[in-house]
Structures are given as C-alpha cells and as structure tokens.
C-alpha cells in the first residue's frame, strides 16, 4: 500500500483529520489529533493496520487516487478546474490541496483526474485534433446532451452513456491561458468475462467494462481535439459533439502534424531564454545530417558528456571553412540538453533532453507538462516549432 503510506506520511493532520472524519470508517484505534505529527502519522497507520479488508480496500482506493493527483502533472489538473483559487493557496502541500478538493467537490476532483487524463494523452497515437468552427458556444440544452449520448449509444451499442461537461483552462507559456470546455464520455463496453475467487474456488465472473474518451472544444481557436481507443471513433465522436453540441457542420479536417525545422541549427545559434525559466545552459549534443545530393549516406555529429566544444566547433574542425554545413548538407535530426539551474536544496539542476526528428518528430510528449509547456516555448523561439 504504497499509495496509502505516501499520502499519510506527506499530508497535514488537519487534512488527515478532514479526510478520516469524513470519508473513512471509524478507526479500530483512537488517533489523537491534538498530538504530534509523528504521533498522529504512527497512530494512523496502526489503525489501517487493523481494518477490515473492505476498509482496506475503499480507503487506498481512495488515497491512490489523491496520490496521483499530487504530483506536477495532477496539481496542473486540479488547478486547471477551480475557479476560485485562493482556498488551494491555502493549503499547505501538495497532499493537502488534492485531500481538499476530493473532500470539497468530489466532481470536480473527478474532472481533474479527466483533465489529466486528456492532457496526458494529447498528441499520442491515441489522440486526433480537427479543424472547427471558431467562436461557438457550446450547447448545454439536457435535449442536446441526450441526443450527443444516444448517438454514442448507437454508435457503440452501449448500454449506459455517461457524460461530464465542464469548463477548464490550459496553461500557456508567453500567452493568456487557453479557455476550453471538456467532454467526458464514459460507455459500457460488451460483456467480459475475468477470474475471481470464491470461497477458495477459482470462478469466471462476467462484466462490463467502462471505456473512456475525452474531447476538448477550444471557441478562440475552434480546435476539436479527441483522445479515444482508436481512430474511426475518434472522427466519429468529433462529428457527435460538433453536431449535436455545437451545432456545426462537421468537415472532418484533421489539424495538420507540427512541422519542426532544423535548418537554423546548421550554423552557430544562439538560445535565449528567460531568467524566470531558471535554466542555466542549452546545448546540442547530437546532430545527424544527410548530404543535400544524397539520401543513401548520412553522417552524425555527437559532442560526448564532458566535451568543452560544440557541434559547430567541431563542423569547423573536420570539414573546413567558417560555417561548413550551410548549402551542403541538410540536419534530419537533433538531439537538445536543456540544464536548469539547481533549486532548493538540490545540487544539480534538473535536464530536459529533447530530440526532434524532421519534418514531424519530437520527444515532448514523453515529458512532464511543466516541461512540455518549456519545451514548446522555446521550441518555437528558437525556429525550430513552426506551427501555430
């Protein structure tokens, strides 16, 4: 129960008190709250001990789900559906704030973990974007919805529909935050059969699994962007929301892939970034090049950890002149270090490798969100992201 160990260890007994309070059984064991930390953090964990293993199960159900959202990536969520962001302010940790809203608004706890979900996803080989209509208000109207679920229903031949609909943002570096409303859709699957024990014995038991998808709808942009199981139901879904919700024509134009160009990186490049970013160094540890005359050879230029010269330096050096790669040679694929200054108590700084491929290849997705929003402001500083 790693889960559960984590969020009693790193949470506040004010939150620990709110939550046990609450949402859990009475514990076996008395917990004095007015005590120490360490006592009430000994206290607890005793007290789970002793539990029934329904108790059990409910309560790290529970606290893995809090657990997920403490990190980077699901404090962005729970920050990207509360309106009112002062109480989470407040709040003392991490731990604290996803305790709070699970405890607060159980819905809208829910809707960061579909946040997370989407966001998570995007630009994946799950995820599709298409071209809509900008300036739309979406259509809450409970006829419309009905009708947005029964087109699911029949698309799907699913037994029960459900759907969250519900407004967020997305945090953008150098631009206001993109406002976008979010549609969850959750559809029972066909029947399944899974192993069980009962009583000893080894039974099949039949259910039915919940799929997920979720679409965003961007009104500034007009952007339909859909992370779902496969790609004909991703267009289909699209077409559901745009009719139904949106009440638009449909022309299934998908966004265009993002272009990357690496030609800037032929000759020496300077990379600016801004000191609030705290990062201390950019460099290029790899570039692969393939003659401008020739796709049957290609030649990789690497600069090793500990090296004091760059890509360039090295150019000059093996091939002659002053900017030896301009006009013969064109750079298919290179890999960039990122290095951040240290924080805290921290004596090295984090790094964020990049790699892009040309035309349509980049490692940001693998990354934290944090780092993708860094990633793709400088990206597109440095000419290297073209796209919009």
Not at 211 to 216: K, S
Request: charged letters at 30%; glycine letters at 6%; one cysteine or more.
């Amino acid at each position: 129960m790693p889960a559960l160990v984590r969020v009693i260890r790193n949470s506040s007994v004010l939150s620990l008190q709110d939550y046990f309070t609450h949402c859990a059984t009475e514990t076996p064991v008395a917990v004095n709250w007015q005590t120490t930390e360490p006592e009430v953090v000994r206290s607890l964990l005793q007290a789970v001990d002793k539990m029934s293993d329904l108790d059990i199960a409910r309560i790290v159900n529970d606290l893995e789900r809090i657990d997920k959202m403490a990190d980077e990536g699901g404090q962005t969520a729970i920050y990207n559906v509360v309106e009112d962001r002062s109480e989470l302010e407040g709040q003392r940790s991490a731990y604290d704030r996803a305790i709070w809203l699970f405890r607060k608004s159980p819905v809208r706890f829910r809707h960061a973990e579909e946040v997370r979900f989407t966001d998570e996803h995007r630009r994946t080989r799950i995820y599709d974007g298409f071209v809509g209509t900008p300036n739309v208000a979406l259509r809450r109207d409970p006829a419309l919805i009905e009708a947005f679920k029964s087109a699911v229903w029949e698309r799907f031949t699913s037994a029960n529909v459900h759907v969250d609909i519900f407004d967020r943002t997305r945090p953008m570096f150098d631009v206001a935050d993109a406002e976008l409303v979010q549609i969850a859709v959750y559809r029972e699957g066909l029947p399944d059969d899974f192993l069980e024990f009962e009583n000893g014995d080894l039974v099949l038991r039949a259910r039915r699994p919940v799929f997920e998808a979720a679409l965003t709808y961007e009104p500034k942009a007009g952007v339909i962007e859909v992370v779902g199981k496969d790609r004909e139901s991703r267009q289909d879904l699209a077409g559901f929301l745009a009719r139904h919700l949106l009440g638009i024509e449909f022309q299934k134009e998908r966004l265009p892939f993002r272009q990357y160009d690496l030609s800037g990186l032929l000759s020496r490049h300077q990379f600016s970034t801004d000191p609030a970013d705290g990062i201390e160094s950019v460099a290029i540890s790899q570039l692969r090049l393939k003659p401008i005359d020739s796709d049957a050879e290609r030649v990789t230029l690497e600069c090793l950890r500990g090296s004091d010269r760059t890509i360039w330096d090295m150019a000059q050096e093996r091939f002659g002149g002053a900017d030896p790669l301009l006009g013969g040679w064109i750079a298919t694929q290179a890999k960039l270090t990122i290095r951040f200054r240290p924080s805290g108590e921290a004596r090295r700084g984090r790094t964020l490798p990049l790699t892009v491929t040309m035309p349509h290849g980049c490692n940001l997705k693998d990354q934290t969100e944090r780092e993708q929003m860094i990633g793709e402001k400088y990206l597109r500083r440095w000419g290297i992201l073209r796209d919009a």
